[in-house]
């Protein structure tokens, strides 16, 4: 587990270092979460994959499957926004406002 770790904290300052290169450029990263059956209150999920990812990230954003079709964006870690959602469709020409 400690190797595994190790690994992924030095692929992740790589990231980080090309980002710094390259300000024009957005790193992504995405993580699947997993629930803690154990939590009665509060939000019931954690990140997979332990600290290393959560604390590399600047911004992070929650998503979730919505109503039908649509898709939910929750902004809930980020230094210079405020904690927020939005809605969405993915559709064929992209990602697309809901009305």
Do not use: W
């Amino acid at each position: 587990m400690a190797d595994r770790q190790q690994k992924l904290n030095t692929h992740i300052h790589d990231l980080l270092r090309l980002g710094d290169m390259f300000p024009e450029v957005s790193i992504v990263v995405t993580n699947q979460v997993q629930s803690k059956p154990d939590v009665f209150f509060g939000d019931p999920t954690r990140a997979a994959g332990g600290n290393i990812i959560a604390h590399a990230a600047t911004v992070r954003v929650y998503l979730r499957k919505g109503k039908h079709e649509q898709r939910v964006a929750k902004v809930i870690d980020a230094p210079h926004l405020p904690e927020g959602e939005a809605v969405f469709v993915l559709s064929s020409v992209g990602i697309d406002d809901v009305d």
